[in-house]
């Protein structure tokens, strides 16, 4: 069974940074995808980072590319999401994600991030 447990999350002015972290438990985290999404009230949700399992490739959407940086540390099974640069259009709850290597798909509670003056 794997369990993810995001924290960080708080309110924060426009140009402000914030670092999100997202700690697994279970199996299949050193050799499992992770990614972050969000949603936003009234959308669909997005994704706006990927690492691989060793942290050595990474994606982002063209929407937060440059401003966030998505980084992993297996030993301590977490994965991290820096937000710099923070827009009011970055407000959602942000989830993270595990996608284990021919099973399934574990996402956490989320973590509510506010952009506001």
């Known amino acids: 069974q794997v369990q993810l447990v995001e924290s960080g999350g708080g309110l924060v002015q426009p140009g402000g940074s914030l670092r999100l972290s997202c700690v697994a438990s279970?199996?299949?985290?050193?050799?499992?995808?992770m990614d972050w999404g969000r949603q936003a009230p009234g959308k669909e949700r997005e994704l706006v980072a990927s690492?691989?399992?060793?942290?050595?490739?990474?994606n982002y959407p063209t929407s937060v590319k440059g401003r966030f940086t998505i980084s992993r540390d297996n030993a301590k099974n977490t994965v991290y999401l820096q937000m710099n640069s923070l827009k009011p259009e970055d407000t959602a709850v942000y989830y993270c994600?595990?996608?284990?290597?021919?099973?399934?798909?574990?996402w956490g509670q989320g973590t509510q991030v506010t952009v506001s003056s």
């Open positions: 994600r595990l996608r284990v290597p021919g099973g399934g798909t574990y």
């Open positions: 279970g199996t299949f985290i050193n050799t499992s995808p």
């Open positions: 690492i691989s399992p060793g942290g050595g490739n990474t």
